[in-house]
T-cell receptor, first 115, second 113 residues
Framework: KAGVTQTPRYLIKTRGQQVTLSCSPISGHRSVSWYQQTPGQGLQFLFEYFSETQRNKGNFPGRFSGRQFSNSRSEMNVSTLELGDSALYLC??????????????FGAGSRLTVL | DAKTTQPNSMESNEEEPVHLPCNHS???????IHWYRQLPSQGPEYVIHGLTSNVNNRMASLAIAEDRKSSTLILHRATLRDAAVYYC??????????????FGQGTTLQVKP
C-alpha cells in the first residue's frame, strides 16, 4: 500500500513569505501529526489532528498552523517565514491518535530553506 | 512527559549483534516503550514497541527490564543498512491522551564492514 506522501519535497522561500506543506496519509489512517527537525533542536512535535480536529499542539508560535480535511489529508502553513524556520518538516499518520500502542508511519519530509 | 536517556553514539561490526540501551526511570505504568530509527535523508521508521513483556519482530527484539526502568533494543545481526539514529520513546497509553512522540537525541549507530 502507498505510504505517507508529502509535497513538495524541497522548497526555497525568502524571509517574510509564507509556505504551505501538504501531507497525504496512508489510506484508512485518520490521525496526522507534524514534526519539525533541525540540527540544533532535533525532532519537535508541531501538531496532531484526528477527524479534522486539532488534538494537541506543540510549543511553536502562532505563525505555524495546520488543518485536516475530511479525507484525512492535512496541510500545515507557516506565515512570515524566518531564517530559523529552515528545517525538515515531517508528517506522520496512524489509525488513531490516543492508543499507546499506536504506530506512526512517517513520510520522507519536506525540506524548507528560508533565505 | 516521561524522558528517556540514550548513549549519543555506538559502533558495531557488520553481522554482529547490537544492543542499544535506553533508560526511562520515570516511566509510568501506562507508558509504552517505542523504538524508531531514522536512516540518512529519510523520515523516522518504526522498529518495535512493547509494554511489559519482551517483544520480537522481523527487524529486532526488545528486552524490557522487570522494573520497566530500562530497555534494550537488540539487532541480531547488524548490516550496513542498519546505520541510523535510533530513538527510544515513551508513549502515553491512557486512552484519550495525546499520541505525540517526544524524541530525544537518540543513539547514532555506526556499522563497520
Amino acid at each position: 500500500k502507498a505510504g505517507v506522501t508529502q509535497t513538495p519535497r524541497y522548497l526555497i522561500k525568502t524571509r517574510g513569505q509564507q509556505v504551505t506543506l501538504s501531507c497525504s496519509p496512508i489510506s484508512g489512517h485518520r490521525s496526522v501529526s507534524w514534526y519539525q527537525q533541525t540540527p540544533g533542536q532535533g525532532l519537535q512535535f508541531l501538531f496532531e489532528y484526528f477527524s479534522e480536529t486539532q488534538r494537541n499542539k506543540g510549543n511553536f508560535p502562532g505563525r505555524f498552523s495546520g488543518r485536516q480535511f475530511s479525507n484525512s489529508r492535512s496541510e500545515m502553513n507557516v506565515s512570515t517565514l524566518e531564517l530559523g524556520d529552515s528545517a525538515l518538516y515531517l508528517c506522520a499518520s496512524s489509525r488513531d491518535f490516543s492508543s499507546g500502542a499506536n504506530v506512526l508511519t512517517f513520510g520522507a519530509g519536506s525540506r524548507l530553506t528560508v533565505l | 512527559d516521561a524522558k528517556t536517556t540514550q548513549p549519543n553514539s555506538m559502533e558495531s561490526n557488520e553481522e554482529e549483534p547490537v544492543h542499544l540501551p535506553c533508560n526511562h526511570s520515570t516511566i509510568s505504568g501506562t507508558d509504552y516503550i517505542h523504538w524508531y530509527r531514522q536512516l540518512p535523508s529519510q523520515g523516522p521508521e518504526y522498529v518495535i514497541h512493547g509494554l511489559t513483556s519482551n517483544v520480537n519482530n522481523r527487524m529486532a527484539s526488545l528486552a524490557i527490564a522487570e522494573d520497566r526502568k530500562s530497555s534494550t533494543l537488540i539487532l541480531h545481526r547488524a548490516t550496513l543498512r542498519d546505520a541510523a539514529v535510533y530513538y527510544c520513546i515513551l508513549r502515553d497509553g491512557i486512552p484519550g491522551n495525546t499520541g505525540k512522540l517526544i524524541f530525544g537525541q537518540g543513539t547514532t549507530l555506526q556499522v563497520k564492514p
